[in-house]
Nanobody, 124 residues
Framework: QVQLVESGGGLVQAGGSLRLSCAASGRTFGTYAMGWFRQVPGKEREFVAAITWSGFSTDYADSVKGRFTIFRDNAKKTMYLQMNTLKPEDTAVYYC?????????????????WGQGTQVTVSS
């Protein structure tokens, strides 16, 4: 069983930066692939970034490539999403997720555990 808690969201101006954190409980964190997704009211949840259990391989949505970086610290049981050059269209609730496989996935139904979400608002 894994419990996930996101933090780091907030209000930022366009062009600014935020770093989201996802703290996990459970002894098996280091064997789980992780991902970030986001959702805007009235729209489907969309993939943002994913990382393998080791952290050696990552995937990104085209809309965030070159601006966002996903990384993890297994010793601290924490995953991060560094978001730079933020745009108003990045505004959403951001969720972290974990799956009981070592390979990452861009599909939300492949994930077994979800956090409660953290709001990111980017003003123009």
């Amino acid at each position: 069983q894994v419990q996930l808690v996101e933090s780091g969201g907030g209000l930022v101006q366009a062009g600014g930066s935020l770093r989201l954190s996802c703290a996990a409980s459970g002894r098996t964190f280091g064997t789980y692939a992780m991902g970030w997704f986001r959702q805007v009211p009235g729209k489907e949840r969309e993939f943002v970034a994913a990382i393998t259990w080791s952290g050696f391989s990552t995937d990104y949505a085209d809309s965030v490539k070159g601006r966002f970086t996903i990384f993890r610290d297994n010793a601290k049981k924490t995953m991060y999403l560094q978001m730079n050059t933020l745009k108003p269209e990045d505004t959403a609730v951001y969720y972290c997720a974990a799956r009981a496989f070592r390979s990452a996935s861009m599909v939300d139904r492949d994930y077994d555990y979800w956090g409660q979400g953290t709001q990111v608002t980017v003003s123009s």
